[in-house]
């Protein structure tokens, strides 16, 4: 057993080079036992994966006074912004007992403490210069509209929150949301591109400029309803788009804003459809936003996981269970089998991996032999590389689940969600306005959650920042906690201070040309 006196010696003889080695170790501590294992650190897309020595032991956050603050009621951490460097590798861990811990990054905002959010600032957009930010009379007309409009989006929000729908279902929601659009001047195509819940608001003023793109997600989760907040998602994308139309009006820029309400993000891959149909044919960017859970008034700019959801299906021979059963061929049994060595295999995968699994019910007798067993499976990792190699890792556990019981497998792999790439001039952009402007907090830091806009953000500049909802403790995203908090009036406080800054940043994307050259060279270069 290797033994260290101290965290820091571990992390000091431990480094080098580009690759992180610590050797499997104990570390006892306080009554805290720590395991650390090898970590890869040289996959440049992988390195701020869920689990990092950055965020394995919780450094001291350096303090900024207030008179070095450039606005009284922003946090430190919009005017102190940092690179992970050996420094940082190298500073003193002293209290174990209250600064180890671990991420499990449940969603876009991850679950965190206040403490954590002052830990790490934000990212560093060095090529943003100090003023990067829109003239004060177009942020002005921008806030008037979405203040104005604020009481009838709030409606919005309430009747879609108070009608849950299911992916590919969303029929109230699009009539709601197409009606609207139209009755504030946009030209509505209902039913897009195939899609009976898919529908696209277009609004163009005067002749060529560039497209903006913004999408409004509609769907409900099984059970808990908008547990995921998108009747939020929903009425900032119109927010966003009415918003920009008006800024296009009173500043006579040449301009185009599309709106597409996009269907089924909880598991159907709306957006990738409406990808592959020509939907985004001709943006020029893309914007969107998701509620989290998090410290009030505090925005994240995270990227996601890509994953893969497979069907396995296990075909058996059906037999009397207590008169002859090796005449069958248990299904059940390759199921709970494939199920079992998942488990196993989760020991050997990296951290910021996940594997998830159901075993669809069933109303067969007990006295039977199952002859069909069918599994539903989420395989998920921080690229599309990584994703690839895992999901056949995770096959292979299901083919030698079929081949130890006799069965017959079949494997259905769905449209995989790409993980999510945030345009940095965007992020910046957006980011030096909501801290600013609107004095909420940024951060950015893992998630494990995936979105159908990853998809999106491989094609076009794009940006989906995250903000914070109120929530009882354990009420993150997915739980029936976070539906009683998409519809609260400080969820939707949030929801229009971001939608503010998301559409000053939309319209720079059609006003400012050396802005948008700056977006679409730091698209390129990230790919």
């Known amino acids: 057993m290797h033994q260290v006196s101290s965290a820091e010696q571990l992390i000091n003889s431990c480094y080098q080079g580009p690759r992180l080695v610590i050797p499997h170790l104990t570390l006892r501590y306080h009554f805290i036992t720590v395991h650390l294992m090898s970590l890869d650190a040289s996959d440049v897309n992988h390195h701020s994966g869920c689990l990092s020595l950055r965020r394995l032991f919780k450094f001291k956050p350096q303090r900024v006074s207030k008179s070095s603050s450039t606005q009284a009621n922003s946090s430190h951490i919009c005017d102190q912004t940092r690179k992970a460097s050996d420094s940082e590798r190298d500073a003193k861990i002293t209290d174990l007992t209250s600064r180890v811990f671990y991420d499990t990054c449940c969603d876009f905002g991850s679950r965190f403490d206040t403490a954590v959010s002052q830990w790490e600032a934000p990212p560093v957009y060095s090529d943003l210069p100090s003023n990067d930010s829109i003239r004060g009379e177009i942020r002005h007309t921008i806030e008037t509209v979405i203040d104005t409009l604020d009481s009838s989006l709030r409606s ?126 001709g943006i020029d960017a893309c914007l969107m936003c998701h509620p989290s859970p998090g410290p009030e008034l505090s925005s994240f700019v995270v990227s996601s996981l890509a994953m893969q959801s497979i069907d396995a299906e296990f075909f058996g021979q059906s037999a009397h269970a207590g008169n002859a059963p090796w005449e069958g061929a248990n299904a059940l049994d390759a199921a709970f089998l494939a199920y079992s060595s998942v488990s196993v295999l989760r020991q050997q995968i990296k951290p910021d991996h996940r594997v998830n699994g159901v075993i669809n019910g069933s109303e067969r007798a007990a006295n039977v032999i199952p002859d069909y067993a069918k599994m539903r499976w989420y395989v998920r990792a921080p690229t599309r590389d990584q994703l690839t190699r895992l999901t056949e890792r995770v096959c292979a556990c299901f083919e030698g689940a079929a081949l130890a019981t006799s069965c017959r497998l079949k494997i259905t792999k769905n449209t995989p969600y790409d ?109």
């Open 156 to 281: 919005l929000s309430l009747q879609i929150h108070s009608h849950p729908e299911l992916m590919f279902e969303e029929i109230f929601a699009h009539r709601l949301l197409s009606d609207y659009m139209e009755s504030h001047g946009f030209s509505v195509t209902r039913h897009y591109l195939g899609l009976k819940t898919a529908w696209k608001a277009e609004y163009t003023h005067g002749q060529g400029g560039r497209t903006i793109g913004i999408n409004s997600e509609m769907d409900a989760l099984p059970e808990i309803g908008h547990a995921c907040g998108h009747n939020l998602i929903a009425i900032s994308g119109v927010g966003v788009a009415l918003a920009i139309k008006s800024a296009l009006e009173t500043y006579n820029v040449p301009g185009t804003v599309v709106l597409l309400g996009t269907p089924a993000e909880e598991g159907g891959g709306g957006k990738i459809i409406l990808l592959e149909r020509g939907a985004y044919k």
């Open 419 to 527: 993980d999510l790439r945030q345009n940095n001039i965007l992020a910046g952009a957006f980011s030096h306005t909501i801290c600013q402007e609107y004095g909420m907090n940024v951060g950015q830091y893992p998630s494990g959650a995936s979105t159908d806009f990853g998809n999106v953000s491989y094609v076009l500049p794009s940006l989906h920042p995250a903000f914070a909802i109120p929530t009882r403790p354990n009420g993150g995203n997915h739980s029936p906690a976070f539906t009683d908090s998409a519809r609260t009036t400080e969820a939707h406080k949030a929801c229009m201070l971001t939608t503010k800054a998301l559409a000053c940043t939309g319209f720079r994307v059609l006003e400012d040309d050396v802005f948008f050259i700056r977006v679409r060279e730091a698209f390129e270069a990230s790919m």
